[in-house]
Structure formats: C-alpha cells, structure tokens
C-alpha cells in the first residue's frame, strides 16, 4: 500500500490562460447558436441534428468553465479532467456547426434552384 500522494498543483497563470481560451470559445459558440437562431432561411427537421451536438457542446463547455473557475482546478487531475470536458464539448459543438453549414448550405442550393 502506497501512502497517499500530494497532489501536484499547475501555476495559476497557467489556469488564467486557459480560463480566457474557454471563455472566448464558449463566446463564439453561444454567438453562432444566436446568429444562426436568427438565420432568414425557415428551420427544417433535419435542423435538429446540427442542433443537438451544438447545444450538448455547448454545456460541456459550460461545465468545463465552471470547473476550471473553482479554486480546486488548480490540482493537475482536476484540470485536465475540465481540459477533457472542453475538448469534448468543443469537437462536439464544431460538429454540429459544421453540419448545421452543410444544411444551410443544400437549403440556399435548393432555393437557388427554384428562383433560377
């Protein structure tokens, strides 16, 4: 039986960085969900496919902002379990981004379609 190991701590201003990158990602992301809210072009069903893995990575980054402004983040397992929170909620979020583009994009084609 090994006693039990301090925890190793990261700098501060290590965390500080970090915290500005969550903050400013988590920024963009609620921004695109509002611009893309108040897209001229009608909702449609498969809309909610892009939306789904928006939002869920849109919580993980909240989640992973929350944990990161906790004083006891400052301990290494604790941080890179909320660095692996943000990873996850940002693929997640970029997905859905992407696949909301890719349906905005086959609406406008088809639109174009029909006026030209």
């Given amino acids: 039986m090994q006693p039990d190991e301090p925890d190793e701590l990261i700098e501060t201003i290590f965390r500080n960085g970090t915290l ?22 009608p909702w449609q069903p498969e ?11 849109i919580a993980l ?4 902002l929350s944990e990161l402004l906790k004083h006891q983040c400052l301990k290494k397992q604790r ?3 909320a660095n692996r929170i943000f990873m996850t909620g940002l693929l997640l979020t970029s997905g859905g981004v992407a696949l909301a583009i890719l349906f905005d994009f ?8 029909l006026v030209g």
């Fill in 20 to 41: 500005t990158v969550v903050g400013i990602v988590l920024a963009f992301s609620l921004g695109f969900v509002t611009h893309w809210a108040a897209n001229p072009i």
């Fill in 47 to 57: 809309d909610g496919f892009a939306l789904l893995p928006i939002l869920l990575g």
């Fill in 61 to 64: 980054q909240i989640k992973a």
């Fill in 79 to 81: 941080f890179e379990r």
């Fill in 106 to 113: 086959f609406e406008v084609s088809k639109i174009a379609k």
